[in-house]
Structures are given as C-alpha cells and as structure tokens.
C-alpha cells in the first residue's frame, strides 16, 4: 500500500522539543525528495522544510535554526526534530513526497502553556 504516516505531534510547553516521525511505504524511498508542512487554523499550509534524495536541506525562514529535517533511507522515515517550540508553531504538520505527489494525514503540534 502506497502512504505516508505521520507520528510524534502533542502538546507541549513553549521551549519545548518534539520530534515528528513519517514512515513511508510502497515508494522507493531512497530517491524520494521529501518535506514536512504545516497548516494553522485559517491559514494556509506552507511548506516547514525539505530534503533531497541525497540529504540537502532547506528551510523556512520561521523555523530556521530551530527545526531539522533528517531522512534514514533504511527505514523509509524522514524526521523533523522541532526545538525551543513557540506557540505560532502551533498546526496540523503534514508529510509530502513530491516525487511521489504523495501527502501523510497529519498530526497535530500544539504549543500552548
């Protein structure tokens, strides 16, 4: 079955870290570029970060510094390990596969004291 799942959102503190998990399957997924975006309530889904095939990494200007994006090609997962946490990080983030055109269900990332 081709898809994309999603793990690891909750609540937590501002400053706080959590790391998001997607697990990809029915894709070749080592020469899959893959990216996380996120979509606030009334807002548009923007694209948090991605990665190449070969591990090159791009961000948004909002998460830089604070948000990394990894991929092991061993377990078809790419990660987004989100630190010192602000509650405007606050929304569904959603997996992508753009070589694939393929989207994760989401999970949700609430910031709030």
Known sequence: ???L?????GLVQPGGSLRLSCT???????????????????KQRELV????SGG???YADSVKGRFTISRNNAKNTVYLQMVNLK???????YC????YSL????TQVTVSS
């Open 1 to 3: 079955q081709v898809r």
């Open 24 to 42: 990809a399957s029915g894709i070749f997924f080592n020469i899959a570029a893959m990216g996380w975006y996120r979509q606030a309530p009334g």
């Open 49 to 52: 970060a991605d990665i190449t």
């Open 87 to 93: 509650p405007e990080d606050t929304a569904v983030y």
């Open 5 to 9: 799942v999603e793990s690891g959102g």
């Open 96 to 99: 992508n596969t753009p070589t």
């Open 56 to 58: 090159v990494a791009n």
């Open 103 to 106: 989207w994760g269900q989401g």
